[in-house]
Every structure is written in C-alpha cells, then in structure tokens.
Nanobody, 125 residues
Framework: QVELAETGGGSVQAGDSLRLSCVVS????????MAWFRQAPGKEREFVAV????????YYSDSVKGRFTTSRDNAKKMLYLQMNSLKPEDTAMYYC??????????????????WGQGTQVTVSA
C-alpha cells in the first residue's frame, strides 16, 4: 500500500521560512517524479515544484522560482520543500504527489497517481 504524508506546515508571517517534508511508504521514489502542488480556498490545484526522477533535475512554477527549493532523499524516501521569503499569496494546502508523467506533462496534477493528505501553510501579512 502506497502512502504519502506531508508535515511541516504552519502559520507564519510574510518573509518567514518553512520546510515541508513528505515521507513515502510502499514506493521506490527513485523511480518516480516527486512533486509539490498547492490549493488555496476557491482556487484550482496548482503546480509548485517537482524533482524529476531519479532526482537530478528540479522544476518550479514562476510564482515560487528563486524562493522555494525542492529536494529528495531516495534512500529515506523523503521529499522536501524549503520555502523562503513566504508571501500571503503562498497560503494554501500543500500536497506531495508521485507519478511518472512524461516530462512534457510533469506540471499537470492529473498525471500523478499517488497523493498525500496535505499540510496547511498560512502566511499573514
């Protein structure tokens, strides 16, 4: 049984940092793209970042590029998202996901098979 579980969310002020973690069980993540998505109330789920398999490359949305960094530890089956210079517009539920989409579709949420339950990030002005 595959399970993904995110931790590390919280309530912070603008300019602060948070580090999200995602622990995976039942899946050799080295064979999977590992991504972060987020969803704010009333909005669609959006792509944040991805570590492409086996972990050599990372891609980011324009809105977080330069502020967020994703990394992974394949041996520990862990995915991380370091979020710096947080802004109120970063407020959302953050999800980790795993899948094997083609690189051309790596930012599309519907291409990911496995999902965590999410962790809430709230940034106040």
């Amino acid at each position: 049984q595959v399970e993904l579980a995110e931790t590390g969310g919280g309530s912070v002020q603008a300019g602060d940092s948070l580090r999200l973690s995602c622990v995976v069980s039942g899946l050799p993540i080295i064979n999977y793209h590992m991504a972060w998505f987020r969803q704010a109330p009333g909005k669609e789920r959006e792509f944040v970042a991805v570590s492409s398999r086996p972990g050599s490359n990372q891609y980011y949305s324009d809105s977080v590029k330069g502020r967020f960094t994703t990394s992974r530890d394949n041996a520990k089956k862990m995915l991380y998202l370091q979020m710096n210079s947080l802004k109120p517009e970063d407020t959302a539920m953050y999800y980790c996901a795993s899948g094997v989409p083609a690189l051309s579709a790596i930012r599309r949420s519907e291409m990911y098979r496995y999902w965590g339950q999410g962790t809430q990030v709230t940034v106040s002005a």
